[in-house]
Antibody, heavy 120, light 110 residues
Framework: QVQLQESGPGLVKPSETLSLTCTVS?????????WGWIRQSPGKGLEWIGN???????YYNPSLKSRVTISVDTSKNQFSLKLSSVTAADTAVYYC?????????????WGQGTLVTVSS | QSALTQPASVSGSPGQSITISCTGT?????????VSWYQQYPGKAPKLIIY???SRPSGVSNRFSGSKSGNTASLTISGLQAEDEADYYC??????????FGGGTKLTVL
């Protein structure tokens, strides 16, 4: 059974960098599939942040691209998110997920999500 | 990229059918057969219920079905049950190799 678990600080100060890691179990990232980050602001809808392949190939949401870096560590079966220059608008539950493969971006396995609050 | 347009809320009685629309453009919904639907309960992660416009993942009830016409995709839930009360989100692959979500629809079972 594929499982994903987000981890990282729950509180980040404005202008600093948000850093989260997603640890995957039950499936080797090295095998394939794209892996993604999605966020949800309190009481709001879902927003796609970006995807990464085990080779390091990435695709980002154009609205966040200048501030986002997604990386992968196949030796640890993890992938990570860095979002720089955060503001209160970046306060959200951050989910990591697996793209099911094939074509298009479709997420079939999700982590439970982790709330990150941006506040001084 | 702009979010796909969904109604904020829909409601129906047990046993009825409801349809949730998801309107985009020719650059996303209308241009690709890569529309997905997710069900989300409060405080929980989204769950995939429809992908590639009409396909259902294994284990998802056949009461859920998807369709598309032009730039609008639809999710239909037949034989509405109390457990279907949740938020529903559509998503679509776009021509820029990106993904866009809808704003979400809250389904209330009366």
């Amino acid at each position: 059974q594929v499982q994903l678990q987000e981890s990282g600080p729950g509180l980040v100060k404005p202008s600093e960098t948000l850093s989260l890691t997603c640890t995957v179990s039950g499936f080797s990232i090295s095998i394939g599939h794209y892996w993604g980050w999605i966020r949800q602001s309190p009481g709001k809808g879902l927003e796609w942040i970006g995807n990464i392949y085990n080779s390091g190939s990435t695709y980002y949401n154009p609205s966040l691209k200048s501030r986002v870096t997604i990386s992968v560590d196949t030796s640890k079966n993890q992938f990570s998110l860095k979002l720089s220059s955060v503001t209160a608008a970046d306060t959200a539950v951050y989910y990591c997920a697996r793209d099911k493969g094939g074509s298009g971006w479709t997420f079939d396995y999700w982590g439970q999500g982790t709330l990150v609050t941006v506040s001084s | 990229q702009s979010a796909l347009t969904q109604p904020a809320s829909v409601s129906g009685s047990p046993g009825q059918s409801i349809t949730i629309s998801c309107t985009g453009t020719s650059s996303d919904v209308g241009g690709y057969n890569y529309v997905s639907w997710y069900q989300q309960y409060p405080g929980k992660a989204p769950k995939l219920i429809i992908y590639d416009v009409t396909s259902r993942p294994s284990g998802v009830s056949n009461r859920f079905s998807g369709s598309k016409s032009g730039n609008t995709a639809s999710l239909t839930i037949s034989g509405l049950q109390a457990e279907d009360e949740a938020d529903y989100y559509c998503s679509s692959y776009t021509g820029s190799s990106t993904l866009v979500f809808g704003g979400g629809t809250k389904l209330t079972v009366l």
